[in-house]
């Protein structure tokens, strides 16, 4: 069965810390894969995906990740958190013939809270 | 580009009325809308996919004539939930997608029911 797993419910770093979110999916082939942000009472930010190629993605507000086959996973990272980046984070996967028309599947997020 | 908007942004009813939930994407055509339920500090939940001109695909489980889906426009895409109770009380998000293979989020609506 198709899934994604985010094994940290809640993280809390300290403000100019760096951070790694942690992602893993069981999918059949390379799904496309993608990482979502989303503050209080908000929808969702795309902060990058990957569909191909280099294996390391870079995304929106200073954030990476890298997509390791041989360990079906994705881990999103940051070298320097700032207060505002406090939110829930989500990785997702699509199906790898992804299309306008294809489900995501959402992990169960991570809560990152920032310490002063 | 690629705003999605949700009207309203939240909505207060009484158990048994029915609640209409609209998304727009403001400045794209979207090909495909999907909604999403969120209950507190939980992930996002795929209720259906909808396809403009075209009846919704349900994922199982979600009762096709408790959330009624229309899509009549290439910009619009209404969620109404009908004979509201209190355990429909969440977050419904909704998403559209055009051909660059991404989904845009809208803001989410609050539904809570008294």
């Known amino acids: 069965a198709q899934s994604v797993t985010q094994p940290d419910i809640h993280i809390t770093v300290s403000e100019g810390a760096s951070l790694e979110l942690r992602c893993n999916y069981s999918?059949?082939?390379?799904?496309?894969l993608f990482w979502y942000v989303q503050s209080p009472g908000q929808g969702l930010q795309l902060l990058l995906k990957?569909?191909?190629?280099?294996?390391l993605v870079q995304g929106i507000k200073g954030f990476e990740a890298e997509f390791k086959r041989s360990q079906s996973s994705f881990n999103l990272r940051k070298p320097s958190v700032h207060w505002s980046d406090a939110a829930e984070y989500f990785c997702?996967?699509?199906?790898?013939?992804?299309?306008?028309?294809?489900?995501?599947?959402f992990g169960s997020g991570t809560r990152l809270s920032i310490r002063p | 580009g690629a705003v999605v908007s949700q009207h309203p942004s939240w909505v207060i009813c009484k158990s048994g009325t029915s609640v209409k939930i609209e998304c727009r994407s403001l400045?794209?055509?979207?090909?495909?809308m999907f909604w999403y339920r969120q209950f507190p500090k939980q992930s996002l939940m795929l209720m259906a996919t909808?396809?403009?001109?075209?009846?919704?695909?349900?994922e199982q489980g979600v009762e096709k004539d408790k959330f009624l889906i229309n899509h009549a426009s290439l910009t619009l895409s209404t969620l109404t939930v009908t004979s509201a109770h209190p355990e429909d009380s969440s977050f419904y998000i909704c998403?559209?997608?055009?051909?660059?293979?991404?989904?845009?989020f809208g803001p989410g609506t609050r539904l809570t029911v008294l």
């Open positions: 998403s559209a997608s055009r051909d660059n293979n991404e989904q845009f």
């Open positions: 999918y059949g082939a390379t799904p496309y």
């Open positions: 990957y569909f191909s190629g280099d294996t």
């Open positions: 997702a996967v699509g199906p790898p013939e992804y299309s306008s028309a294809s489900k995501i599947i």
């Open positions: 400045d794209f055509q979207a090909t495909t």
């Open positions: 909808s396809n403009e001109g075209s009846k919704a695909t349900y």
